[in-house]
C-alpha cells in the first residue's frame, strides 16, 4: 500500500485530517455571517498565540506576505535595520529594500546577532528593526525580548517574524513590546500554506504610512476586519480558513501551554539524539540566544555527503531538510513543529542512524537517548 511521505522539515507540516476534511466542505458566501465567525474565531485563538490584545488580521498570502505587509504600510521611506543570521533573516531585508532605506547587521548564520550594533544604529536614528525571532535555515532562536527592549528605548518599530515561532514556542508580543508580528499558517500551526495573519499595535497604527499597497493594506484589512460580520477586503482563501479554523480547533483542544511543551520535548529530543550520535549542533549560542524550539540544524559528518544522508532517510518514506544557500550540503535539519509527536519523531530519528552507521559514521544510540526524553 502506498503511504503519504512524512515531511519532518521546517514547514510545511504533515496536516491532520481533520483540517483536510474542513477544505473539502463546499463554497460559502466569504461576505456571510459563517465566514465571519470562522475568521473571528481563528483571530481569537491566534491572539493567544501572539500573546497578544493587539488587533490581527489573516491575509491570502503565505508567510512572506505577511511579511511585506508589515514593512510596506509600517516602513516605507523610512531607515530600516534588518537583523540578519540566517536566510529568513535576508528575506525581511530583502523586503525592506524595496520600501525603506535598510541597513543590514549580518552575523554568520547560525551565530549571535550583534545588539551593540543594532544601540548604535538606533542611537544614529533607525526608525524600524526587523527580525525574524525563529530562524530555521539555522536552528537558532534570537532575542525578541531584548530587541524589543532596545526599540522601545529609541522609539523604533520592532517588525517581528515569528512565523515559525508562533504555535510553537512562547511569544507574548505584548509583554514584550513588539509592535507588528507575523505567523505562517504551516509551520506549527499545521494548517495548510497560503495564509498569513499579521497583529499590529498601536504604535504602528499611529506610523502607518499614507503610501500603502492595494492588496496588501492594513488600513482596508482594519475597516472590513471591524464589520459586522468580520470579513476581509478582498476575497479571501475560504478553504484555507475553515482548515485554519479547524486547526484553531485542535489547538484549543490541546491547550496552548501543552502545545508549547510538547515542541519543546520534541526538540530536546533531536538534540538529546544529536549529542548520542556524536553529531554537532549547528548553532552557536551566547547568553541571549538559544536552540530552536521547532527546527533542529546539525552538521552533516563528513564521511557522509548531503545525498547519502536525506537520500537513505527518504527512502523510508520521511523528508528532512538540507541546507540552504551556501550551507548545502554542510547541515541537515528535522522539524519539530505542527501536529507531530512521539511516534514520528522516533521514526525519523531511526531512519537517520541507520543512514549515519550505513555510510561510516560510528554513531552512538540516538534513538534511545531521544526516547527517554521523549518518555521522560
Not at 525581511?92 to 541597513?103: D, E, H, L, M, S
Amino acid at each position: 500500500m502506498e503511504q503519504e511521505p512524512l515531511l519532518m522539515i521546517p514547514g510545511p507540516v504533515p496536516v491532520p485530517q481533520r483540517v483536510r476534511a474542513a477544505m473539502t466542505r463546499q463554497a460559502i458566501n466569504h461576505r456571510g455571517p459563517e465566514f465571519g465567525a470562522a475568521y473571528a474565531d481563528c483571530t481569537r485563538v491566534l491572539k493567544t498565540l501572539f500573546g497578544t490584545d493587539n488587533e490581527l488580521y489573516i491575509i491570502s498570502g503565505s508567510g512572506s506576505a505577511g511579511m511585506e505587509a508589515g514593512i510596506a504600510n509600517f516602513a516605507r521611506d523610512r531607515k530600516i535595520v534588518s537583523l540578519v543570521n540566517g536566510k529568513f533573516g535576508e528575506r525581511f531585508a530583502k523586503i525592506g529594500a524595496r520600501y525603506g532605506n535598510v541597513t543590514s547587521l549580518e552575523s554568520e548564520w547560525g551565530t549571535p546577532l550583534d545588539l551593540g550594533a543594532l544601540e548604535q544604529e538606533l542611537e544614529a536614528g533607525a526608525e524600524v528593526v526587523t527580525m525574524v525571532h525563529n530562524e530555521t535555515s539555522a536552528g537558532i532562536k534570537n532575542p525578541a525580548p531584548e530587541v524589543a527592549k532596545l526599540t522601545r528605548k529609541y522609539d523604533a518599530l520592532f517588525l517581528m517574524d515569528g512565523v515559525t515561532s508562533i504555535g510553537g514556542d512562547d511569544v507574548q508580543m505584548d509583554r514584550w513590546g513588539v509592535d507588528i508580528a507575523v505567523v505562517g499558517s504551516q509551520k506549527c500551526l499545521a494548517a495548510p500554506a497560503g495564509l498569513a495573519a499579521i497583529a499590529v499595535g498601536d504604535r504602528a497604527w499611529d506610523r502607518i504610512s499614507e503610501k500603502r499597497p492595494f492588496y496588501l493594506d492594513m488600513a482596508a484589512y482594519r475597516k472590513s476586519g471591524k464589520g459586522t460580520p468580520m470579513e476581509t477586503p478582498y476575497t479571501p482563501a475560504v478553504p484555507l480558513f475553515l482548515a485554519l479554523h479547524e486547526a484553531c480547533r485542535m489547538i484549543e483542544e490541546e491547550g496552548v501551554p501543552a502545545r508549547i511543551a510538547r515542541h519543546r520535548r520534541m526538540a530536546d529530543s533531536i538534540r538529546a539524539a544529536a549529542k548520542g550520535w556524536g553529531v554537532d549542533l549547528f548553532p552557536k549560542l551566547d547568553a541571549h540566544h538559544a536552540y530552536s524550539n521547532t527546527a533542529t540544524a546539525m552538521r552533516i559528518p563528513g564521511v557522509l555527503t548531503d545525498k547519502d544522508l536525506r537520500g537513505t532517510v527518504k527512502q523510508f518514506g520521511i523528508e528532512i531538510a538540507g541546507g540552504q544557500d551556501h550551507l548545502k550540503g554542510r547541515i541537515f535539519r528535522i522539524g519539530t513543529m505542527g501536529g507531530v509527536g512521539a511516534q514520528e519523531i522516533l521514526a525519523t530519528l531511526a531512519a537517520v542512524q541507520y543512514a549515519l552507521r550505513k555510510f561510516g559514521f560510528e554513531a552512538g544510540d540516538g534513538v534511545e537517548a531521544a526516547a527517554g526524553v521523549l518518555l521522560g
